[in-house]
C-alpha cells in the first residue's frame, strides 16, 4: 500500500460503520484520503471508524444518511462538496442481503432490498458524479457480490440487486470515461462480517470446501483492492470486476 497517494482527495464510503466498508475507509484515510464515513443506523460503530482513522493520523468525518433517499443524499452529498472542496472518490458498499426462497419473496423485501442496493448505488453515483465531472477526475468503486455471477439458491432477489449494479457498473464506465472517471466493480465472496455471521456451521463447511485458497476472506482482503482501484496504479482500468474470493467463482 503507497500511504498518502490519496492526499488532497475527498471519499465517501457508504456503510463504512461496520465490516467491508469500515476497512475501507481506513485503508483510504491511510492512503491519504479525507474520508467520509456514511452509515444508516449504527452511529457508535461508525464513531469507532472515525476513531481507527484518527488514532491511526488519518482524517475523516461522520456522513449519516440512508443511500436509498435520494433527496437527502443529494443534500449530504452537496454540504461535503461545499465544505471540502470535492468529492472525488466514491466506494458505494452499502448493502443488505435476503436470504429466502424466491416464491417466498414478498413486495416490500424486494423494494427494501432493491432500494438500498440498486437505487443507493444509483443515488450516490449521480450526486457525486457532479463533482467528479466538473474537475475531469473521479473514482467510483461498486461492491457486488459473487452471486451477481454465480447465482445461489435463495438469494435470486439479492443476486438481481447486484447484477444491476454490475450493468450500472459498465455501462456508466463507458458513459464518463472521457472525462477521467474511471468506475469499476469488486465482487467480494464469503466474507467475514455481521452479514455472514449468522450461517450455521453446517453451510459455512460447505461454502469452506469450494473456496480453493481454503479460509473465508477478511474485510482487508477486500479493502486492498478498492484502495488499489482509487490509486494512481490502477489509471487505466475501467468497466472491469475484480473477483475477490479466494477462488470461489473463477
Ligand atoms: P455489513 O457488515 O452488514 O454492513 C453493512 C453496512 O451497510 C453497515 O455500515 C450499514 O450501516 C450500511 N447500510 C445498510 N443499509 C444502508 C442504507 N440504506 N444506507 C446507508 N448505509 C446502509 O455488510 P458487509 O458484509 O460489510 O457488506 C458490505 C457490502 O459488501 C455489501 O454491499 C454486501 O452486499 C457486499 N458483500 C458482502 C459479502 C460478505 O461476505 N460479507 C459478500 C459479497 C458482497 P449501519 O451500521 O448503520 O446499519
Known sequence: MKEGVLRGKVALVTGASRGIGRAVAVRLAVMGAFVCINYKTNE???????????????????????????????????????????????????????????????????????????????????????????RRWGRIVNMVSVVAEGGNPGQACYSASKAGVLGLTRSLAAE?????????????????????????????????????????????????????LVSPDADYITGQVIRVNGGLYM
Open 44 to 134: 457508535r460503530a461508525a464513531a469507532e471508524t472515525l476513531d481507527v482513522i484518527t488514532r491511526s493520523g488519518g482524517k475523516g468525518d461522520l456522513a449519516p444518511f440512508d443511500v436509498a433517499d435520494g433527496a437527502v443524499v443529494r443534500s449530504v452529498t452537496g454540504a461535503i462538496i461545499r465544505e471540502r472542496g470535492s468529492l472525488d472518490i466514491l466506494v458505494n458498499n452499502a448493502g443488505v442481503t435476503l436470504n429466502t426462497l424466491f416464491v417466498r419473496t414478498g413486495d416490500e423485501e424486494w423494494n427494501a432490498l432493491m432500494d438500498t442496493n440498486l437505487r443507493g448505488t444509483f443515488n450516490c453515483c449521480r450526486a457525486a458524479l457532479r463533482s467528479m465531472q466538473r
Open 176 to 228: 464518463v470515461g472521457s472525462r477521467n472517471i474511471c468506475v469499476n466493480a469488486v465482487s467480494p465472496g464469503f466474507i467475514e462480517t455481521d452479514m455472514t455471521a449468522d450461517l450455521d456451521e453446517k453451510s459455512r463447511s460447505m461454502i469452506l470446501r469450494k473456496i480453493p485458497l481454503g479460509r473465508t476472506g477478511l474485510p482487508e482482503d477486500v479493502a486492498g483492492v478498492v484502495g488499489f
